[in-house]
């Protein structure tokens, strides 16, 4: 976790590091409405009735967190951690999510680029009137 904050330092993002969670990979799904095939952690989720709590991290224990691949994906949502403890990421336009993405996957595949690991593809929400040429790296 400190060598994942230390390399989140670098580019001036400094966080409190929220909880973390393992929860079986079945349930993450379900939660992600089925989308079984690309979930790996979730952060922003609101369900009180599945004791989620908002601001905690949900990985999947299909994620092995003792390879780089599996700490890039902590590192990700440790990306969005900030985004919301900073107040960058208000999550009421589609834009708004895009960009919170985009920065949260240039710095995951920044850091697999630091270790010799291929890029990850972005999942990214698709918003109405927006291209990929319009929306910038946010810079802290
Ligand atoms: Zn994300």
């Not at 690309?38 to 908002?54: C, G, K, S, T, W």
Request: some cysteine; aromatic content about 8%.
């Amino acid at each position: 976790m400190n060598a994942l904050l230390a390399f989140l330092a670098q580019f001036g993002l400094s966080l409190q590091a929220p909880p973390i969670h393992v929860l079986p990979h079945e349930t993450l799904c379900r939660i992600m409405d089925n989308n079984c095939a690309h979930v790996a952690a979730v952060f922003l989720i609101d369900r009180p009735e599945l004791n989620l709590v908002r601001g905690h991290i949900y990985l999947s224990d299909r994620v092995d967190t003792r390879t780089i691949k599996g700490q890039s994906i902590i590192l990700h949502e440790l990306v969005h951690a900030y985004q919301v403890q900073s107040g960058y990421y208000k999550a009421e336009e589609c834009h708004d999510h895009l960009r919170a993405e985009n920065l949260a996957y240039t710095l995951q595949n920044a850091f697999l680029a630091k270790h010799g690991h291929k890029p990850v593809r972005a999942f990214l929400p698709e918003c109405p009137r927006i291209t990929a040429t319009k929306w910038t790296p946010y810079k802290p």
